[in-house]
């Protein structure tokens, strides 16, 4: 099993599920918002006999606090955005207590690394049959420093980034929006090596990421064995950060090549400490997440989402 063009290919980890239910969570105020999508996902189900509600949030931390809580009874939870929307519903079924119901990613945001790392749909239509016919795969995740993740956490320079993407420069660039940043964090000042304490030994390196998913900032390739629906977190490091030897690792990411220049090459992980000389920044799915140092762990127990095959 692993990352085949966007599709992991296990059949023996998928699992058919009947939604009957299901709670539809969407930030209205977001860019990405397209309400006339979720009415024609809405009218598609409730044809088929779906009981359908859709939540429009109005603050963040509004989908974590609707997924968390126990009075809503349903089949499956919808989160319509990008990766961080679906990250604040991953947070909120991590902490939901008794039984969870299964994830659904309607696709919506600018990288949407999800999205490409499953296969899933962005047409309404589609998205509908792939609700009706409830394929589920097991969404593993992990947590940093008692946070949910289930793409990647990192540490150095694109981390650094990260923290200078800010909704102006989004808005602006979109896509482009962490290259640009990626250059100025180039300009600042030098930070210290990440240190990278995991049960497979101690290393340093210019960047440390700890990845859940094979893609990376969309469907470009960092870590071929590793995928969403295996358990199990992976260490990859970058020991140089220069120009011409992040150039070799974005040729690599975005070629799907081997050479990956001074990538070192995946290992398999359960849980690791990312700690440096001074504070360096930190980004969990591509959010700013602090500074060092910080706890991951691999979870157990994964959740279900939805897929379309």
């Known amino acids: ?28 105020a977001a860019g990405s918002f397209r309400a006339s999508v979720i009415d024609e996902i809405e009218a598609r189900l409730r044809v088929r006999g779906v009981d359908v509600e859709t939540i429009l949030t109005r603050s963040q931390g509004d989908i974590r606090r609707i997924a968390e809580t126990t009075w809503h009874s349903c089949d499956a939870i919808a989160a319509c955005g990008g990766d ?26 600018t990288a949407n690394v999800l999205a490409h790392e499953l296969g899933l749909p962005r047409k309404a239509d589609e998205i509908a049959d792939m609700i009706a016919a409830g394929r589920t795969r097991p969404l593993h995740y992990g947590l940093a420093n008692g946070r949910a993740f289930f793409l990647m956490v990192s540490a ?12 102006e420069l989004k808005r602006r660039t979109g896509k482009f929006a962490f290259i640009v940043a990626a250059f100025a964090a180039l300009r600042d000042a030098r930070t210290p090596d990440v240190v990278v304490e995991s049960d497979r030994g101690t290393m340093s390196a210019r960047i440390a990421i700890v990845a859940n998913a094979a893609c990376y900032g969309g469907p470009h390739l960092i870590a071929r064995e590793t995928a969403t629906d295996r358990p199990g977190l992976s260490l990859v490091l970058a020991k140089r950060d220069d120009f011409a030897s992040l150039l070799r ?31 360096v920044p930190v980004q969990v799915d591509g959010d700013a997440f602090g500074t060092t140092p910080v706890a991951i762990e691999a979870v157990a127990e994964p959740l279900r989402i939805v897929v379309a095959r």
């Open 84 to 109: 961080g929307t679906i990250g604040e519903a991953v947070a909120g079924l991590h902490a939901r207590e008794g039984a969870k119901p299964a994830l659904i990613a309607i696709p919506g945001g």
């Open 156 to 167: 150095g320079l694109d981390a650094a980034a990260v923290h200078k993407v800010s909704p």
């Open 1 to 28: 099993m692993g990352y085949d063009g966007g599709v992991t290919i296990d059949a023996a980890v998928s699992e058919r599920i009947e939604i009957r239910s299901l709670v539809i969570l969407a930030n209205p």
């Open 249 to 279: 690792i974005g040729w690599s990411m975005l070629f799907h090549t081997k050479d990956a220049g001074p990538l070192i090459a995946e290992t398999p992980i359960l849980k690791a400490r990312l700690t440096a000389g001074r504070p």
